[in-house]
């Protein structure tokens, strides 16, 4: 289990159509790859997704961070990974997509080594998993075109992106909502509005007849005020995303009431701590969504695996393969309407990039 030897690489895909949201837009995939050989031969294979848009991460620095701290992993013990995960955090404390490609690539070799699906890992039989898909923001018309698409597809809940224009959000949730009539509808402001505008914003909605199952990061990350006043006075759950980065941040959305459900992204965290917050969560009746950023099947299939082996995930974001160029035809372990299935998968992630 003594790692012999880290590679970095770029990891590059075409996207079928722009991933646009409040805090930005991808056009195309730029990530950063890493590969974990033990001294037997056995690969495991991590993926950093950078957003810069969101976590100011860049793919140069990431790319040399990786470089760096892996190189600092020849020689050390793969199978003590919950002492390499600490020092990995402390090592890459303002660069979480690197320390999430490490420690997957870690846990990658590992269960591949034992011979046994990563989902496993995480608990003892795997739960089939239904993703949602991402309605991304848009004219209306794309937005029609989406959802015609992906309803026919057989997608049964669409996230729709809000948070640039409130009258065109609103156009767009009502066209969803007609279109889609018997599909969930999940929101996803990505700090776009404050707690005034999206309580008027679910107000106007709620008087077309529209109830969505949550409205996930309405405000601001900090702005720690205004999600409570949403989680207090609004009907509809609230889903904290980028205002909860670490552990610390969990528990403080937990005691202070400021969410009803916490979205993990193994992107903010790492796999292992994400770990910890899903089962926290859980403990204290908090309701979970798994995401992730803009990632290829390697990262995304990791968090399904964590997801499927926990079995305590009440929203599945895991959609981004769908916007990636022939990404979803290489997956074994996902069909073409979102499901993830691994009750036939062998060992680790099951994905080669």
């Known amino acids: 289990m003594i790692i012999k030897n880290f590679k970095v690489s770029?990891?590059?895909?075409?996207?079928?159509?722009?991933?646009?949201?409040?805090?930005?837009?991808?056009?195309?995939?730029?990530n950063v790859l890493c590969s974990l050989?033990?001294?037997?031969?056995?690969?495991?294979?991590?993926?950093?997704?950078?957003?810069?848009?969101?976590?100011?991460?860049?793919?140069?620095?990431?790319?040399?961070?990786?470089?760096?701290?892996?190189?600092?992993?020849?020689?050390?013990?793969?199978?003590?990974?919950?002492?390499?995960?600490a020092e990995l955090h402390d090592r890459l404390l303002t660069n979480k997509c690197a320390l999430a490609a490490i420690e997957t690539a870690l846990i990658d070799a590992l269960t591949r080594q034992w011979k046994m699906p990563l989902w496993k890992f995480f608990g003892s039989?795997?739960?089939?998993l239904a993703s949602d898909i991402t309605i991304v923001i848009a004219d209306l018309k794309e937005t029609e075109d989406s959802v015609r698409k992906f309803y026919k597809q057989g997608f049964r809940a669409?996230?729709?992106k809000i948070g640039r224009d409130e009258d065109l959000d609103v156009k767009r949730v009502g066209a969803v909502k007609r279109l889609a009539p018997r599909a969930a509808i999940y929101l996803d402001a990505n700090q776009g509005y404050d707690a005034k505008q999206?309580?008027?914003?679910?107000?106007?909605?709620?008087?077309?007849?529209?109830?969505?199952?949550?409205?996930?990061?309405?405000?601001?990350?900090?702005?720690?005020?205004?999600?409570?006043?949403?989680?207090r006075e609004s009907k509809i759950?609230?889903?904290?995303?980028?205002?909860?980065?670490?552990l610390t941040d969990a528990v403080a959305i937990i005691n202070q009431k400021s969410a009803q459900v916490i979205n993990i992204k193994i992107m903010k965290t790492g796999i292992f701590?994400?770990?910890?917050i899903a089962i926290l969560a859980k403990a204290k009746g908090v309701g979970l969504m798994i995401g992730g950023m803009m990632e290829t099947s390697l990262a995304m299939t990791a968090s399904a695996h964590m997801a499927a082996g926990l079995g305590c995930f009440d929203f599945i974001d895991l959609d981004t393969p769908y916007f990636i160029k022939g990404a979803v035809k290489k997956n074994p372990w996902l069909n073409?309407?979102?499901?993830?299935?691994?009750?036939?998968?062998?060992?680790?992630i099951g994905i080669r990039p």
């Open 237 to 246: 759950p609230v889903c904290a995303d980028e205002s909860v980065r670490s």
């Open 273 to 276: 701590e994400s770990r910890e």
């Open 198 to 231: 999206t309580l008027r914003f679910l107000k106007r909605i709620d008087k077309d007849g529209i109830r969505p199952q949550l409205i996930e990061q309405p405000v601001p990350r900090d702005d720690w005020d205004g999600l409570m006043k949403v989680a």
């Open 10 to 30: 770029l990891l590059n895909a075409e996207l079928l159509q722009p991933f646009r949201t409040a805090l930005g837009d991808h056009n195309v995939l730029e």
């Open 125 to 128: 039989k795997p739960r089939r």
């Open 37 to 85: 050989e033990l001294f037997d031969g056995t690969i495991g294979y991590g993926e950093a997704a950078v957003a810069t848009h969101i976590t100011s991460e860049t793919v140069h620095e990431t790319k040399r961070n990786l470089e760096r701290v892996g190189q600092s992993l020849i020689g050390r013990d793969a199978s003590d990974y919950l002492n390499l995960s």
């Open 336 to 348: 073409n309407c979102g499901i993830y299935d691994f009750t036939r998968s062998q060992d680790g």
């Open 158 to 160: 669409f996230k729709v």
